[in-house]
């Protein structure tokens, strides 16, 4: 059986990568999304009942209206939308496959994925990454990272209820799961390599976090970074010499790394300092003909300068310069 042809192949099911996939329909493009998860499996990876910063109108995409009954929408909405969107436009979403190669072929590109442990190939003319961040954590590289009750990522804190818990970090995943521990009944601790929090703290949240470690319901130590961990304890050095901190659970919440795998192995350059991939920012397109990038990607390491409000855009970018592309 012969490989199918798209003129378009987008990797990762984000609210960005959806978006582009929408404008290469409006195009009159033939587009498929492929994704190793889930649709817009980054979001379902974020806190349970986490409220986004962005209102439900920066998060829309397509043109098609996100309704919600309060001033900011929260996960479980975000969830329901993408979802109502990839059936609203009829996209051609292939999700639970892993993209494993991107090479040249003639005048397009063969793309490797396997699904379900089976092999897949897709020809294409063009591909636009759209990978993002999660799946891809920063790391502290100290001993006992991997032990089974050290996590990178937070859902809810009642798995921490009585419990020592320990969040490494202090940024607004850190505070945010600092806080849902605590009223899950969690005696949290927070460790932080700088003298207090970070300061896009989110305006509603900082007030809560403030209050509760002036007040000692939440543990903090600042100018500290944890030197090991094991099965009952967290190793951490600051302005105290080495202290030794109770922890049940440990929450590693440091951000993420971009995606790039796909984009070094077909040779497009990154910066070193920055992790941007070369492109022309105008058609999102990279060094190497036929291959674009969409989405939080562009931002190489700083993931704040790249959000869904702005990167849901880069479709209708790149979509222009396919369409000029294939006129001319």
């Given amino acids: 059986m012969s490989p199918e042809w798209f003129d378009v192949v987008i990797v990762g099911a984000g609210p960005c990568g ?15 999304v492929i994704d190793r998860s889930c649709v817009v499996s980054g979001l379902a990876g974020y806190p349970t009942y986490m409220t986004f910063f962005s209102t439900a109108e920066k998060l829309a995409i397509g043109g098609m209206p996100f309704v919600v009954a309060t001033e900011k929408p929260t996960r479980r909405d975000a969830l329901a939308y993408y979802r109502a969107v990839v059936t609203h ?9 892993n993209v494993e190669d991107v090479e040249r072929c003639g005048d397009g ?6 699904a379900a442990g089976e092999r897949r190939e897709t020809m294409t ?3 636009v990454i759209a990978t993002g961040y999660f799946g891809h954590p920063n790391r502290l590289g100290v001993r006992g990272e991997d032990l089974p009750h050290v996590t990178h990522l937070f859902r ?7 419990r020592n818990a320990v969040v490494v970090g202090g940024g607004n995943s850190a505070v945010e799961a600092a806080l849902e521990l605590y009223r899950a009944g969690a005696k949290v601790t927070i460790v932080h390599f700088a003298p207090g929090l970070d300061p896009n703290i989110k305006p509603w949240v900082l007030p809560d976090i403030s209050g509760r470690i002036a007040n000692g319901s ?18 951490v050095e600051g302005p105290a010499g080495t202290t030794h901190l109770p922890a ?3 929450y590693l919440m440091l951000g993420y790394m971009p995606n790039s795998a796909l984009l070094e192995r077909l040779g497009v350059p990154i910066d070193p300092v920055t992790g941007i991939p070369r492109h022309d920012r105008a058609t ?4 190497i003909p036929g291959i674009f990038i969409a989405g939080v990607i562009a931002s190489g390491y700083d993931a704040n300068k790249t959000f869904i409000e702005n990167g849901r855009f880069h479709g209708d970018l790149i979509a222009a310069r396919l369409v000029g592309a294939r006129g001319a």
């Fill in 284 to 287: 999102m397109e990279t060094d």
């Fill in 156 to 162: 809810e804190g009642h798995e921490a209820f009585q």
């Fill in 109 to 114: 590109f063969r793309i490797r994925s396997r």
């Fill in 125 to 127: 003319g063009a591909v």
């Fill in 18 to 32: 959806l978006a582009a996939a929408i404008a290469m329909q409006r195009a009159g493009l033939r587009a498929v």
């Fill in 89 to 97: 436009f009829g996209l051609l979403v292939r999700q639970y496959e």
């Fill in 248 to 250: 049940d659970h440990v």
């Fill in 218 to 235: 939440i543990g903090a130590r600042w100018e500290s970074r944890v030197a090991a961990i094991d099965a009952t304890t967290v190793v």
